[in-house]
């Protein structure tokens, strides 16, 4: 069975700080993994997917294999990053499953 | 494209009432996602449908919830009766392709039991 794990709940820093908001997986095959963000009562929107090694305002995200996660980053936190990030782990042919997400607050 | 388009928006209703969420995905995806978000539990996933067929439903939680897909550009979920613990943030996410396609989601339904 796959799980996704955000071992934080909240996760405050000041603004100009390093961010990195933690997602560790667990499933047997070859995953494919994505970061979603949700702003104060939007919808959840994709932020990244490992495949496409990109970086999306700023994030990046690294798949490790060995340690099996895929813990977000961003060098230098702006107040517009405060949201939910979701971490989703793609196994089978269509689901997803989510991690519980963590509470990005960054403080002025 | 409007995008994934949900209704209503917000839902308050009594306990042991009917409740439908609606849902028209965007216009040739081939996959529809029900997920339920709240505080304690995240983002649950409670039924996908592929090409209009349900695929898994495990997610659901009791014999209260069901949910069709009666034609590619419509889907509900329905729960009967409702109760106060179904108090939640229900997404409805739609996507075309295998699994590296990106989900795209509607705004919610934010429903209240009382």
């Known amino acids: 069975a796959q799980r996704v794990t955000q071992p934080e709940k909240l996760l405050s820093v000041f603004k100009g700080a390093p961010v990195e908001l933690k997602c560790n997986y667990s499933?047997?095959?070859?995953?494919?993994l994505f970061w979603y963000v949700q702003y104060s009562r939007q919808r959840l929107q994709l932020l990244l997917r490992h495949i496409s090694r990109e970086s999306i305002k700023g994030f990046t995200a690294d798949l490790n294999k060995g340690e099996t996660s895929f813990h977000l980053k961003k060098p230098f936190a702006q107040e517009e990053d405060s949201a939910m990030y979701y971490c989703?782990?793609?196994?089978?042919?269509?689901?997803?499953?989510f991690g519980k997400g963590t509470k990005l607050s960054v403080i002025p | 494209d409007a995008g994934v388009i949900q209704s209503p928006r917000h839902e308050v209703t009594e306990m042991g009432q009917e409740v439908t969420l609606r849902c028209k995905p965007i216009s040739g995806h081939n996959s529809l996602f029900w997920y339920r978000q709240t505080m304690m539990r995240g983002l649950e996933l409670l039924i996908y449908?592929?090409?209009?067929?349900?695929?898994?439903d495990s997610g659901m939680p009791e014999d209260r919830f069901s949910a069709k897909m009666p034609n590619a550009s419509f889907s509900t979920l329905k729960i009967q009766p409702s109760e106060p613990r179904d108090s939640a943030v229900y997404f409805c996410?739609?996507?075309?392709?295998?699994?590296?396609?990106?989900?795209?989601f509607g705004n919610g339904t934010r429903l209240t039991v009382t």
């Open positions: 499933y047997s095959g070859s995953p494919e």
């Open positions: 989703a782990l793609g196994a089978g042919s269509y689901q997803l499953t």
């Open positions: 996410a739609s996507k075309f392709g295998g699994l590296g396609s990106p989900l795209h």
């Open positions: 449908f592929n090409n209009n067929v349900p695929i898994d």
